[in-house]
């Protein structure tokens, strides 16, 4: 027999089958009674016991079907959840003895059983003779506050699959409609010259920064630096640098003055520097040549050193065998540096959707479209479109342009949940997920996808997955629920805590609280459930259900009233829970549920 793991309550009934002469002073005890769903389960011990002398005679056979139905006779549902046999054979001396029987149900809830009975349908056999006894009425059922349990749809919006769908999370995009861009350019200059030679000005990067120049972006600062190499003597090696960094801002000042930069052109626009000496440079030309390791293991130490300018170029200059000898390690340090920094103005959001709908339209084709917008331009392009379907076009030509970029794929599984394809959208996720394995945000939308496809125990692997990855408060009401839905109350409790602010996490806190009896525990999430949403009534209720418990009958009056204020319908399901079974008849209830 299954074993019930807990007792919440034992109701003890005296048969008492007045007229058939059998049983008389028989009791039996059903717990819990009122019975209970938990696990979308109903358990039961029943325990029976007949005294002496009862009339239960040798020969003779009892046998009572334990069934689940309407007592009023209004409805003909019936459940039959079990049989209790009880014979002589098994006790032989029950005339002088009595006998003590037990059995235990587990049953199946179906919605079907609620404002049922536990009902005992018994008959007495003895010689060939059957005698059909009176029905007992064991325990009503059930009380079924497990069931109040909120679930992720709720958790994501009331209106089903729908709420689920606007929860699904897209990634973000960094789209900006100023761009910071830069333009370095180098002016390279002869041994012992600081002037720019005329043949510089023909250099690529040279004509780029000129052209940059001419656009007039908005510049936001320009760096320059002078350098000279490290031979010869220190002194002239600083006037060179100096002279070159002057000669290089002399032709830029030159230029932007011609573009119309003059407003720039302050002490805060340039940052100047110069490096007199260039020893990094010569360090990490020198480490492209053939020079033994050795050498330039030397050569490192003796720039480390601190040795004096001049005293440190000796040294390193005999190492390689004269200056003479790495003239081409030497030439390219002699140079001055520009980086001009600046912001492009990007297209106006007019002119962005101007593309999208060529692109939509079938005027802009998709090579032109990904020519025309920057990558994040996508993003922020669909994010303007009022139609998802649009939307949709758009983010599958991402996918296209740009394949292994996960958030298209992850936004395309959004888009899909909205517009009702719950199928397609887990596709995408799966994409997404193949692209960026185990991302606790793209778990969450395969879970929740999961749960509006009716499968939650896949949600829940996804959710778990999520979990055991970062511990979202989106993944913990998920397994939450779970653990809630299976009665397992203190697990899911952690859970809804963790849970936070997702919408419905208090009031589910507070109910497995209270189903795990945390009394204190409970009060403090259903009350923190109603700060949250003052117009909850189903929290108010919950609070009652606790006063109903703890027999506090303010606790339980006054919120059952604020329940019934916020939904009618709660005085309605008040006057049949079997949680205020012992207060339908009080006035203080009655007058709560406005009856």
Same mark, same amino acid.
């Given at each position: 027999?299954?074993?019930?793991?807990?007792?919440?309550?034992?109701?003890?009934?005296?048969?008492?089958?007045?007229?058939?002469?059998?049983?008389?002073?028989?009791?039996?005890?059903?717990?819990?009674?009122?019975?209970?769903?938990?696990?979308?389960?109903?358990?039961?011990?029943?325990?029976?016991?007949?005294?002496?002398?009862?009339?239960?005679?040798?020969?003779?056979?009892?046998?009572?079907?334990?069934?689940?139905?309407?007592?009023?006779?209004?409805?003909?549902?019936?459940?039959?959840?079990?049989?209790?046999?009880?014979?002589?054979?098994?006790?032989?001396? /029950?005339?002088?003895?009595?006998?003590?029987?037990?059995?235990?149900?587990?049953?199946?809830?179906?919605?079907?059983?609620?404002?049922?009975?536990?009902?005992?349908?018994?008959?007495?056999? =003895?010689?060939? !003779?059957?005698?059909?006894?009176?029905?007992?009425?064991?325990?009503?059922?059930?009380?079924?506050?497990?069931?109040?349990?909120?679930?992720?749809?709720?958790?994501?919006?009331?209106?089903?699959?729908?709420?689920?769908?606007?929860?699904?999370?897209?990634?973000?995009?960094?789209?900006?409609?100023?761009?910071?861009?830069? +333009?370095?350019?180098?002016?390279?200059?002869?041994?012992?010259?600081?002037?720019?030679?005329?043949?510089?000005?023909?250099?690529?990067?040279?004509?780029?920064?000129?052209?940059? /120049? @001419?656009?007039?972006?908005?510049?936001? !600062?320009?760096?320059?630096?002078?350098?000279?190499?490290?031979?010869?003597?220190?002194?002239?090696?600083?006037?060179?640098?100096?002279? +070159?960094?002057?000669?290089?801002? %002399?032709?830029?000042?030159?230029?932007?003055?011609?573009?119309?930069?003059?407003?720039?052109?302050?002490?805060?626009?340039?940052? /100047?520097?110069?490096?007199?000496?260039?020893?990094?440079?010569?360090?990490?030309?020198?480490?492209?040549?053939?020079?033994?390791?050795?050498? !330039?293991?030397?050569?490192?130490?003796?720039?480390?050193?601190?040795?004096?300018?001049?005293?440190?170029?000796?040294?390193?200059?005999?190492?390689?065998?004269? #200056?003479?000898?790495?003239?081409?390690?030497?030439?390219?340090?002699?140079?001055?540096?520009?980086? &001009?920094?600046?912001?492009?103005?990007?297209?106006?959001?007019?002119?962005?959707?101007?593309?999208?709908?060529?692109?939509?339209?079938?005027?802009?084709?998709?090579?032109?479209? %990904?020519?025309?917008?920057?990558?994040?331009?996508?993003?922020?392009?669909?994010? =303007?479109?009022?139609?998802?379907?649009?939307?949709?076009?758009?983010?599958?030509?991402?996918? #296209?342009?740009?394949?292994?970029?996960?958030?298209?794929?992850?936004?395309?599984?959004?888009?899909?949940?909205?517009?009702?394809?719950?199928?397609?959208?887990?596709?995408?996720?799966?994409?997404?997920?193949?692209?960026?394995?185990?991302?606790?945000?793209?778990?969450?939308?395969?879970?929740?996808?999961?749960? &509006? +496809?009716? #499968?939650?125990?896949?949600?829940?692997?996804?959710?778990?997955?999520?979990?055991?990855?970062?511990?979202?408060?989106?993944?913990?009401?998920?397994?939450?629920?779970?653990?809630?839905?299976?009665?397992?109350?203190?697990?899911?409790?952690?859970?809804?805590?963790?849970?936070?602010?997702? !919408?419905?996490?208090?009031?589910?806190?507070?109910?497995?609280?209270?189903?795990?009896?945390?009394?204190?525990?409970?009060?403090?999430?259903?009350?923190?459930?109603?700060?949250?949403?003052?117009?909850?009534?189903?929290?108010?209720?919950?609070?009652? /259900?606790?006063?109903?418990?703890?027999?506090?009958?303010?606790?339980?009056?006054?919120?059952?009233?604020?329940?019934?204020? @916020?939904?009618?319908?709660?005085?309605?399901?008040?006057?049949?829970?079997?949680?205020? @079974?012992?207060?339908?008849?009080?006035?203080?209830?009655?007058?709560?549920?406005?009856?």
């Amino acid at each position: 027999m299954n074993r019930v793991p807990h007792v919440l309550a034992v109701g003890a009934v005296a048969l008492g089958l007045v007229g058939c002469g059998t049983f008389e002073g028989a009791r039996v005890n059903v717990s819990p009674n009122p019975l209970e769903v938990h696990a979308d389960t109903v358990k039961a011990s029943i325990k029976g016991s007949i005294p002496p002398e009862s009339g239960f005679k040798k020969g003779g056979a009892y046998t009572g079907a334990l069934v689940m139905k309407d007592t009023t006779g209004t409805r003909s549902d019936k459940f039959t959840v079990g049989t209790v046999v009880l014979t002589s054979d098994q006790f032989p001396d /029950i005339a002088k003895e009595g006998a003590v029987t037990s059995t235990n149900i587990v049953t199946r809830f179906d919605p079907k059983m609620d404002g049922t009975y536990l009902v005992a349908e018994n008959r007495y056999e =003895r010689n060939g !003779k059957i005698t059909d006894l009176p029905d007992f009425n064991l325990a009503p059922c059930c009380i079924t506050t497990s069931r109040l349990i909120r679930t992720s749809e709720y958790a994501f919006g009331q209106d089903g699959t729908r709420g689920l769908a606007e929860s699904i999370q897209t990634f973000p995009y960094d789209y900006k409609q100023e761009v910071a861009v830069q +333009r370095d350019a180098k002016f390279q200059f002869p041994k012992n010259i600081f002037k720019i030679q005329k043949d510089q000005y023909k250099n690529e990067d040279i004509i780029a920064i000129g052209e940059f /120049i @001419k656009a007039k972006y908005n510049a936001t !600062k320009v760096d320059i630096q002078g350098f000279a190499s490290p031979e010869g003597p220190f002194a002239r090696n600083q006037f060179l640098s100096l002279n +070159r960094l002057r000669d290089t801002q %002399k032709w830029l000042i030159e230029q932007l003055k011609a573009a119309g930069y003059e407003s720039y052109l302050d002490s805060n626009f340039f940052s /100047i520097s110069t490096t007199d000496e260039d020893w990094d440079g010569f360090k990490a030309n020198l480490d492209q040549t053939s020079y033994p390791e050795e050498t !330039k293991r030397q050569i490192i130490e003796i720039v480390s050193a601190g040795y004096d300018e001049d005293e440190k170029e000796a040294r390193v200059m005999a190492l390689v065998g004269g #200056k003479n000898r790495v003239e081409a390690i030497l030439a390219p340090l002699r140079r001055a540096t520009i980086r &001009m920094f600046a912001t492009i103005q990007a297209r106006t959001p007019a002119e962005t959707d101007a593309l999208a709908r060529g692109f939509l339209s079938g005027s802009v084709s998709s090579d032109s479209l %990904k020519k025309a917008y920057q990558q994040e331009e996508y993003f922020f392009a669909a994010s =303007r479109m009022s139609d998802t379907k649009d939307q949709e076009k758009l983010m599958a030509e991402y996918t #296209k342009a740009y394949p292994d970029d996960f958030r298209g794929y992850n936004n395309l599984g959004v888009l899909a949940a909205k517009n009702g394809k719950p199928d397609q959208a887990f596709e995408y996720f799966s994409e997404a997920n193949k692209r960026k394995p185990n991302d606790p945000k793209i778990l969450n939308n395969m879970a929740k996808t999961q749960m &509006m +496809r009716g #499968k939650p125990e896949d949600a829940v692997v996804n959710a778990r997955g999520s979990y055991n990855i970062q511990a979202t408060p989106e993944a913990a009401y998920v397994l939450g629920v779970e653990h809630g839905q299976r009665a397992r109350y203190t697990e899911a409790a952690k859970m809804f805590d963790e849970a936070g602010d997702v !919408k419905g996490a208090k009031f589910n806190a507070g109910l497995v609280k209270l189903l795990a009896n945390d009394v204190a525990g409970s009060r403090a999430s259903f009350e923190a459930a109603t700060k949250q949403d003052p117009n909850d009534a189903l929290a108010y209720y919950g609070l009652a /259900i606790l006063g109903a418990r703890n027999g506090d009958t303010n606790l339980m009056v006054t919120n059952l009233r604020q329940a019934v204020d @916020k939904d009618a319908k709660l005085g309605e399901k008040a006057e049949k829970d079997l949680e205020f @079974k012992s207060y339908w008849n009080s006035a203080e209830f009655k007058a709560a549920v406005k009856r």
